[in-house]
């Protein structure tokens, strides 16, 4: 079983609409993330989140709301989606890191968004 | 602000070694971590270098060097399957807040 997943993989919608993607971890990790990936450029930190009531601004939280409603489940919202918008977005986790050991993220397996 | 800045595509030939470098504009860093994402896959673990120096896992290493702000993943021996796109990234230590460099294609010839 899958220790990160995302619902839905695949999702088309239009300009306007609100969309939500759901991230849970069977992992027991306190830290989630949402990331968004665009073709050459990388991962980019839309927001991050260390417990449930400890939420961060990433790098690109614009246009994006979370909710952390669980220490296992971290969803991201689009309160009116826009074409620049359409990329695969990632949930990862992680332990708590202090600056000793490996810093390890876990990645679940994307879920592609198209806004036309 | 934080960059971390990486060749886009490599190109090596199948049982030879590959160097994929990583130097970054940032302050105040945990250290330096490695990501292997396939195709239509979600990035898995390489490796983290938290102090200078050689990393080996396998037939994987990393290198970091705070003082040059560099780093580098050297793949040996390699194999077709190691096609693949590598990230680097940081986490920093003042906010937490984790970087990744765009990515690095290698591609793999026979």
């Known amino acids: 079983d899958a220790d990160v997943t995302q619902t839905p993989r695949n999702r088309i919608t239009k300009t306007g609409k609100r969309i939500m993607l759901e991230c849970s971890q069977t992992?027991?990790?306190?830290?989630m993330y949402w990331y968004r990936q665009d073709p050459g450029l990388g991962l980019r930190l839309i927001y991050y989140s260390f417990d449930v009531k400890d939420i961060n601004k990433g790098e690109i939280s614009d246009g994006y709301s979370v909710s952390r409603q669980a220490q296992a489940k971290f969803s991201l919202s689009l309160e009116s989606a826009i074409p620049n918008q359409t990329a695969l977005y990632f949930c990862?986790?992680?332990?708590?890191?202090?600056?000793?050991?490996?810093?390890?993220?876990?990645f679940g397996p994307g879920t592609r968004l198209t806004v036309l | 602000g934080q960059s971390l800045e990486q060749p886009s595509e490599v190109t090596a030939v199948e049982g030879a070694i590959v160097q994929i470098n990583c130097t970054y504009q940032t302050s105040g860093f945990y250290g330096l971590s490695w990501y292997q994402q396939h195709d239509g896959g979600a990035p898995t673990f390489l490796s983290y270098?938290?102090?200078?120096g050689l990393e080996e896992t396998g037939r994987f290493s990393s290198f970091l060097s705070r003082s040059d702000s560099y780093g580098y993943l050297l793949l040996q021996e390699l194999q077709m399957k190691d096609s693949a796109s590598y990230f680097c990234?940081?986490?920093?230590?003042?906010?937490?807040?984790?970087?990744f460099g765009k990515g690095t294609r290698l591609h793999i010839l026979p």
């Open positions: 990234a940081v986490r920093g230590a003042r906010d937490d807040k984790i970087i």
């Open positions: 990862a986790t992680s332990k708590p890191f202090s600056g000793r050991g490996t810093d390890t993220q876990y």
């Open positions: 992992k027991g990790h306190d830290r």
């Open positions: 270098n938290a102090l200078d």
